[in-house]
């Protein structure tokens, strides 16, 4: 596409480009560049046989922070809707790529553009290196593809994540321990559910035998041989997380090739029934899993997996299984977990008691979980700060998040929250 439209507008934005700084969307942009720009998205998406629409894809159908796919067909994330020919990512992809959505993306995308082809452009002259005309496009071409990218998939992850909180509050999804017929519901000790209720977390060993855990294991060892598992590269590149994941539903296992994932899934299945029994959290029924892969030295920083108000996922209760053979304290990798944050409930109450309502800026470390082969890890989504720590060899894991709407197992006694 050298000297084509792309290239020609490219050259125009850069020469127009303001070189006094503007704070971020203030620039007016005319309807004529807005037309002209979307024509440069649309090139940038297509360009090259369709690589970076096909990064983007993969980029949304991997996930960019662990998030599974809401309005599923029977359970799967890639499964179309009845009387459609194409699934729900597709038609996300649909939706944000077409020309009224992009035009839309120009002012910010743009502006963020460059301020990073500023950066850039600063540091190779401070290093003595000056980028041509040639160079310069191609540079600015690489780094709009990018932001736009980033972009969508931005869009896309809030639109997910606010249908995935309102369903959360959907008790037609209720785990109800009185229609499960699965099995008895008494896979956790009581010092698991204790640890689960008062401190935020729980840590049951042997959750299933040694030969379904070594069974576990060869079947993800061939999935990662395999390929299946890729790396979250967006957070890779800001050096946040280094592992590769894969999303599997038990719908799709094969029955004859993956026993042990199938024996070890459908037990896992049965947790938000057992929590719900016991603990009456309120936890939807789910058969979504994120398998994770985390090579020598791969880590993942401090973050939580869900919140409260604007940052409710739906996530209430995280559920993660280890299948690592012989795993030492010397090999690293261990699940690094902090203090329990107190909720909104818990901050509420301390207020109407007049109390001090204490100072959570900073997480004070509570364990450091080894991934020992067998075990099996519940924690409180929303409270619950957690990082892997670097591993010095392959280190595996499935994680199960159980979704359900804050309040009921999270208030203090006596509390009641506002309908």
């Known amino acids: 596409m050298k000297g084509g439209f792309l290239d ?7 020469s127009e480009r303001p070189r006094k700084a503007e704070a971020p969307g203030q620039r007016d942009w005319d309807e004529g560049t807005i037309a002209s720009m979307v024509k440069v998205f649309e090139e940038i998406r297509l360009e090259k046989s369709a690589l970076a629409r096909n990064d983007l894809e993969r980029r949304i159908r991997t996930g960019t922070g662990a998030r599974d796919f809401v309005s599923r067909c029977c359970g799967a994330p890639d499964t179309p809707m009845p009387g459609e020919d194409v699934d729900y990512v597709a038609r996300l992809l649909r939706d944000y790529t077409k020309p009224s959505s992009l035009a ?3 002012g910010p995308v743009m502006e963020q553009s460059t301020q990073i082809f500023r950066r850039a452009e600063s540091k190779g ?4 290196m000056k980028m041509d005309s040639e160079t310069e496009i191609s540079v600015l071409r690489d780094v709009i593809k990018e932001c736009l990218i980033r972009h969508i998939l931005h869009l896309v992850n809030s639109e997910n994540s606010g249908s995935t909180a309102n369903d959360s509050h ?3 999804l209720l785990a109800t321990p009185q229609g499960y017929f699965g099995g008895d519901l008494n896979s956790f000790s009581s010092e698991a559910i204790r640890g689960l209720m008062e401190d935020g977390y729980g840590v049951e060993d042997d959750f299933v035998d040694d030969d379904t855990t070594s069974k ?26 280094t592992d590769k994941i894969h999303w599997l539903t038990y719908e799709s296992l094969d029955r004859e090739k993956q026993p042990g994932l199938l024996t070890l899934m459908k037990k896992m299945i049965s947790i938000p029934f057992e929590l719900n029994k016991k603990c009456s959290l309120y936890l939807q029924a789910s058969s979504t899993f994120q398998l994770g892969c985390y090579p020598e030295k791969a880590f993942y920083k401090k973050h939580v997996d869900g919140g ?4 409710n996922n739906g996530r209430k209760i995280t559920a993660i299984f280890y299948a690592n053979s012989e795993w030492s304290e010397s090999d690293g990798g261990q699940l690094r977990l902090y203090k329990r944050r107190l909720n909104p409930f818990q901050l509420e109450d301390l207020k109407q008691k007049g109390e001090d309502v204490p100072d ?10 080894v991934p020992a082969g067998g075990r099996l890890v519940l924690f409180r989504s929303r409270d619950i700060p957690h990082e892997v720590r670097a591993t010095r060899r392959k280190r595996f894991a499935i994680t199960l998040w159980l979704m359900g709407p804050p309040g009921p197992g999270d208030q203090p006694d006596g509390h009641h929250s506002k309908t």
Do not use: H
């Open 8 to 14: 020609k507008q490219i050259a125009r934005e850069a």
């Open 104 to 106: 839309d993306m120009v």
């Open 125 to 128: 002259k401070a290093d003595g």
């Open 170 to 172: 959907n008790a037609g």
């Open 216 to 241: 576990v294991l060869k079947e993800l060892e061939f999935l990662e041989y395999d390929g299946k598992l890729v790396t979250v590269m967006q957070q890779k590149m800001t050096g946040y997380r």
């Open 308 to 311: 409260y108000e604007d940052l």
């Open 360 to 369: 959570q800026s900073k997480d004070e470390m509570a364990e450091d979980v």
